[in-house]
Nanobody, 124 residues
Framework: QVQLVESGGGLVQPGGSLRLSCAAS????????MGWYRQAPGKQRELVAT???????NYKDSVKVRFTISRDNAKNTVYLQMNSLKPEDTAVYYC??????????????????WGQGTQVTVSS
């Protein structure tokens, strides 16, 4: 089994910063792309940023200058540094990872996993 556990959300004033973390654990053989998505009330879930195992990144246009995604492959962890936060960044943020697992019973299996979500609220 694989779990993605997120942390770092909270309430912050406009212009402030937050750092989200997401740690993967379980029968992990390889972690490929990792990323962050968000879902605001009444809206669809949207991609915020992704990072490949080699460190190539991709961002939603509106966060490109303000957010930075990074990962520590030794710790199976992905981060999202969010600066200059705006009220429109308010959402539940979800971690996502493409992971290959191995077990003797099943062998290799590649599945997309999601974290439970962490609330980010930007308000004065």
């Amino acid at each position: 089994q694989v779990q993605l556990v997120e942390s770092g959300g909270g309430l912050v004033q406009p212009g402030g910063s937050l750092r989200l973390s997401c740690a993967a654990s379980g029968n992990i053989d390889t972690i490929y792309a990792m990323g962050w998505y968000r879902q605001a009330p009444g809206k669809q879930r949207e991609l915020v940023a992704t990072i490949t195992s080699g460190g190539n990144t991709n961002y939603k246009d509106s966060v490109k200058v303000r957010f930075t995604i990074s990962r520590d492959n030794a710790k199976n962890t992905v981060y999202l540094q969010m600066n200059s936060l705006k009220p429109e960044d308010t959402a539940v943020y979800y971690c996502n990872a493409d992971i290959r697992t191995y077990s003797r019973a099943i062998g290799y299996r590649q599945v997309e996993y999601w974290g439970q979500g962490t609330q980010v609220t930007v308000s004065s």
